[in-house]
């Protein structure tokens, strides 16, 4: 049962614009969400989070939309640059408990 | 920024032999260390959760006799994958904590580079 679902396996953005990742999730104990970014034969590495009481937050370039209701985020990247090609991972996490659930990731490719 | 090491990175052994990951965090205090297992083109699943001095807490469906987890210190957890099959053959990658060890406020997990194992 996959409880934090990213239905786009890759996506493909020219530079300068805007890139787009959405996840959806199902179990309603999440109240934390966050977002990786990972280079091959490296470990994810953090890149934004948002909790359950926020519908958004910013940070530069990036930006993370939550929508209780439709158990939706998005992570907004604008302008899209080539060092921002990898694989994007959103997870979560239930209330009350430490662990992560990820997503399976969406490769991203920033065109010049 | 926090860096979490490690070794090996990749390893292959036969079939009926028990392996051994380690995972450091190089330059904090680890109060909690994650352990994940990543198949082809799916998502990191969590299979353990250890505390230093304590015993690990394991996910539903992971054998806690099969995949063996100490955290003996504040910067190092091993995961031993016992009589390893090749069904095994998996990308297994450590997170570390700090503070609460949970991903909440300050916290992140701070994520090792995997290690790729390969059951013949």
């Known amino acids: 049962d996959q409880q934090v679902k990213q239905n786009s396996p890759s996506l493909s953005v020219q530079e300068g614009r805007i890139s787009i990742l959405n996840c959806d999730y199902t179990?309603?104990?999440?109240?934390?969400f966050l977002w990786y970014k990972k280079y091959p034969a490296e470990g994810p590495t953090f890149l934004i989070s948002?909790?359950?009481?926020?519908d958004k937050n910013e940070d530069g370039r990036f930006t993370v939309f939550l929508n209780k209701s439709a158990k939706h985020l998005s992570l907004h990247i604008v302008p899209s640059q080539p060092g921002d090609s990898a694989v994007y991972f959103c997870?979560?996490?239930?209330?009350?408990?430490?662990?992560?659930?990820f997503g399976q990731g969406t490769r991203l490719t920033i065109n010049p | 920024g926090a860096v979490v090491s490690q070794h090996p990175s990749w390893v292959i052994c036969k079939s009926g032999t028990s392996v051994k990951i380690e995972c450091r965090s190089l330059?904090?205090?680890?109060?909690?260390m994650f352990w994940y297992r990543q198949f082809p083109k799916q998502s990191l699943m969590l299979m353990a959760t250890?505390?230093?001095?304590?015993?690990?807490?394991?996910e539903q469906g992971v054998e806690k006799d099969k995949f063996l987890i100490n955290h003996a210190s504040l910067t190092l957890s091993t995961l031993t994958v016992t009589s390893a099959h090749p069904e095994d053959s998996s990308f297994y990658i450590c997170?570390?904590?700090?503070?609460?060890?949970?991903?909440?406020?300050?916290?992140?997990?701070?994520f090792g580079p995997g290690t790729r194992l390969t059951v013949l």
């Open positions: 250890s505390n230093e001095g304590s015993k690990a807490t394991y």
């Open positions: 997170s570390a904590g700090q503070g609460t060890g949970g991903p909440r406020t300050t916290d992140t997990q701070y």
């Open positions: 179990n309603s104990m999440f109240d934390y």
């Open positions: 997870a979560a996490s239930p209330r009350g408990a430490q662990k992560l659930v």
């Open positions: 948002i909790s359950s009481i926020k």
């Open positions: 330059d904090f205090q680890a109060t909690t």
